[in-house]
């Protein structure tokens, strides 16, 4: 006969199954760190929580000299540092990216991806990070398709000050942006919706831009401070 501790961690393990199918991100008692089961599902961690391994300046094959701390766990962006964006060595199609991140009150910041080295200067879609309160367009607010497609009212952003959970899932066309568990943009590359908003914004002149392309994943530097931590990625494969 099962014994109740058994059967109480089972129905456990299914309820956590069943909230991440549906976007709850269970929180990480050991960020900066993957379990066997998180391995063995394909996930990789863009940060290690020790080096800055996996990462260089924009169209640069070594880290900046300047602007950027490793500390406790924490990869820092350093107010006024000038030590300029930061991508990752790999570059991804279809993927899970998730990562916890802090600003102060007043800063901006924000997360890219489908970069490309390609072009002259690191333009991708970017998942915004700012203190909202200083935002009049919310094109350019918190989980915002920056200067593109705003995200859903009411989303559950957390004050400057603490930490606040993202993701961005691209899977084919679609594309979804997460902020704590809570799905806040839905759109389509390439979509006559997408491409005309994107008309409307600073990228209209930027070749491709709202299509889809392989590319890698930047960390802006935007002369405030912010700090990133449990950048974990997993590749996916899309029938």
């Known amino acids: 006969m099962p014994q109740p501790f058994f059967i109480a961690a089972v129905l456990f393990a299914t309820l956590l199954s069943a909230q991440a199918d549906r976007g709850f991100i269970p929180p990480r008692t050991f960020p900066n760190h993957l379990d066997w089961s998180e391995r063995h599902a394909g996930w990789k961690l863009l940060f290690d929580g020790r080096t800055t391994a996996g990462w260089h300046s924009f169209k640069k094959e070594t880290f ?44 901006n910041n924000g997360i890219k991806y489908f970069i490309t080295e390609e072009r002259s200067e690191a333009v991708g879609h970017e998942y915004q990070m700012i203190d909202d309160t200083t935002v009049n367009d919310q094109r350019q607010s918190t989980a915002a398709f920056y200067d593109v497609l705003p995200p859903a009212p009411n989303k559950p952003l957390r004050p400057p000050g603490q930490w606040n959970e993202s993701r961005v899932l691209v899977m084919g066309n679609r594309v979804e942006h997460w902020l704590n568990g809570t799905r806040v943009l839905i759109y ?52």
């Open 188 to 239: 389509e590359l390439g979509s006559p919706e997408v491409l005309e908003a994107v008309g409307k914004s600073k990228f209209k002149y930027v070749k491709g831009f709202g299509t889809k392309i392989r590319g890698h994943i930047l960390l802006t530097e935007h002369h405030d401070e912010c700090s990133f931590r449990d950048i974990r990625i997993r590749e996916l494969h899309p029938q």
């Open 64 to 107: 900046p000299g300047k602007g950027w701390k490793v500390e406790k766990g924490v990869l820092h962006c350093l107010p006024n540092g000038k030590g300029g964006d930061i991508v990752s060595v790999d570059s991804f199609e279809d993927f899970d990216l998730r990562w916890q991140w802090m600003i102060p009150p007043k800063a």
